[in-house]
Every structure is written in structure tokens, then in C-alpha cells.
């Protein structure tokens, strides 16, 4: 199969660029109210999903609650992964499949037994 190129309607603000271009697995985001904190990760762990060599990826947003979780990430989710072709979502779980088999799920840390099991999270 072939080299699936998409471009995702985003542009990353000034402060968020180093953030993308980082070369560790975990980052800590310090930035004030309406920085762009969310939109930053939700697309940060899009390209993650979607450019992992570990098959079946799967990456996790993680808020304090899950319902914080659905109503600060959830739409943005949705809107820019909505450009990738064969792209579905599961409104329930709060999930996003990707077409290469990787998973966008959202959580809350209040139930963190939830994530147990989950193998291989990017």
C-alpha cells in the first residue's frame, strides 16, 4: 500500500512549534487559559496515531474527568481528523479508528483503572 499523504487544516501557534518538533515521547505543556493547549495535542497525537511504526497504535488525551475530556477534546478530535480518509469514530467511547488500525481514545484520570491493559500507548 501506498504513502498516504493528508494535509489537517492546522497551524500551529508560535509557542507550540518546539512542541511538535520535540524528539521525546513525553512533553509537559505550560501555558496560560486559551493558549491552544488542546488543539496542540489532539493534533500532536494525530500525526503520533497516524505515523507510528508500532501497528495498531494507540494514543490517549487524558483530562481530569472524562466528561472534561468529551467537552474540551472531543470536537476538535472530530474536526481535524476528519480529512484522513476512512477515518471513523465511535461517539460512545469517545474514540477515534484510523485507517492504519491506530486508535485516538479519550479518558479521564478520575477512573484510572481504565487504562490498564491497554498495551502499547505512543
Excluded at 515521547?25 to 493534533?43: E, P
Excluded at 508500532?54 to 476538535?76: F, G, M, S
Excluded at 474536526?79 to 486508535?103: C, K
Aim: hydrophobic share 35%; proline share 4%.
Amino acid at each position: 500500500m501506498g504513502e498516504l499523504r493528508v494535509t489537517i487544516d492546522y497551524e500551529p501557534r508560535r509557542q507550540f512549534v518546539e512542541f511538535h518538533n520535540r524528539t521525546e515521547r513525553w512533553a509537559c505543556l505550560v501555558a496560560h487559559r486559551r493558549a491552544g493547549k488542546t488543539v496542540a495535542c489532539i493534533n500532536d497525537l494525530i500525526r503520533d496515531a497516524m505515523t507510528a511504526k508500532h501497528p495498531n497504535a494507540r494514543v490517549a488525551y487524558i483530562a481530569p474527568y472524562l466528561v472534561q475530556a468529551r467537552d474540551i477534546a472531543w470536537q476538535y478530535a472530530k474536526e481535524f481528523s476528519r480529512a484522513i480518509p476512512g477515518t471513523t469514530y465511535n461517539e460512545t467511547e469517545l474514540r477515534v479508528d484510523f485507517p492504519n488500525g491506530a486508535r485516538l481514545r479519550l479518558y479521564g484520570s478520575d477512573n484510572y483503572e481504565r487504562l490498564r491493559g491497554l498495551g502499547s500507548i505512543q
